[in-house]
């Protein structure tokens, strides 16, 4: 009996929900892998699974077992990884998961510059939101944040930055440029659609002094969970909406839109770069992500200082 083969098919089983799952994602029979689980938990002499036609379950034994199991496959792939990232070029794919919006104003101006310097090293980038990423699935997860990370997840911080308010050039020639906080009442708003529970209110914070707020009521002509939508309706002169310094600098910094109310921003937003694992990081992964925050910082902080942000 191939040991090693049989704890890989016996962790799948569980991780796809039954034998025939197993084997569709190893490319092996529903016999073969009920053999390789069979066969181990005869050399093991006990019962590691609850079988029922409709479902598998654990017993407390495969529980303990499956513990380890984990443990022991990941440090074998790890070691694998290491040994092969010394012996080889920077070359491989990468593969990484963000959130449209960090995808699009993040990732993306990265891809060219990255490429010319790693040409070997592929990028396989999935685009999706989720409420609780899978970051064990990917290399590098992007994760945009209000509160302080998780300590239970390996991450490493990108970027700190803050909200500001903005309008399109055309719009406050139209309707004015607001002077002091609760102008925003009477002006066009374009807001992030808050969470369910969450006031629909305005809390404007000073930028350089935490325990200075302004809570405004506005009724906003537009509510949307997506921040290019919202800049974009603002580009086209629709209104005052909010977004992050490092998406704004460059479209202030041109010209197609104003900071407004400054010092007043809406919020202190943390990136961070969730990883799969503290034990080891392949190469290709510590040089993409060095490059993402060198290269992430610096653009943001030579438009900031172009287009006089701060």
């Known amino acids: ?10 962790q799948k089983v569980i991780d796809e929900g039954g034998f025939a799952a197993a084997g ?16 181990l938990e ?5 019962r590691l699974l609850h079988r029922t036609t409709r479902r598998v379950s654990l017993t407390d034994a495969g529980e303990s077992y499956l513990e380890r199991v984990r443990v022991i496959l990941q440090d074998l792939d790890e070691a694998h990884a290491l040994v092969s990232s010394q012996t080889s070029d920077l070359a491989g794919v990468l593969r990484l998961l963000a959130p449209p919006v960090l ?42 944040t209000q509160a302080s990370f998780d300590a239970n997840v390996i991450a490493r911080k990108v970027l700190s930055s803050v909200t500001v308010l903005l309008a399109s050039p055309e719009y406050l020639r139209r309707r004015g ?30 930028e350089t002094d935490d325990t200075r707020f302004v809570d405004i009521e506005v009724q906003p002509v537009l ?38 109310l400054h010092p007043w921003i809406t919020d202190r937003l943390t990136m961070y770069a969730a990883l799969p694992s503290r034990k080891f990081m392949p190469r290709r992964t510590e040089v993409f992500l060095d490059y993402l925050i060198t290269q992430t910082r610096a653009r943001v902080e030579s438009a900031m200082a172009t287009c006089s942000i701060f």
């Open 223 to 260: 509510w949307a969970n997506h921040t290019d939508t919202l800049m974009h309706a603002a580009l086209d002169g629709a209104g005052i909406t909010a977004t992050t310094v490092e998406l704004a600098a460059p479209l202030i910094q041109n010209g197609d839109l104003v900071r407004v």
């Open 1 to 10: 009996m191939d040991r090693l083969a049989s704890m890989r098919v016996f």
């Open 42 to 46: 005869e050399h093991l002499g006990t």
């Open 177 to 206: 440029t607001p002077t002091r906080p609760e102008d925003l009442a009477q002006h066009d708003c374009l807001r992030y659609k808050p969470a369910a529970g969450r006031s629909r209110g305005w809390r404007l914070l000073h």
């Open 103 to 144: 995808a699009t104003h993040v990732l993306a101006p990265l891809v060219s510059g990255f490429r010319q310097a790693y040409p070997k090293i592929l990028l396989d980038i999935e685009v999706e939101s989720h409420r609780e990423p899978p970051i064990q699935d990917y290399d590098i997860t992007l994760i945009g």
């Open 24 to 39: 569709r994602a190893m490319d092996m029979s529903p016999a073969v892998v009920t053999r390789l689980v069979a066969d």
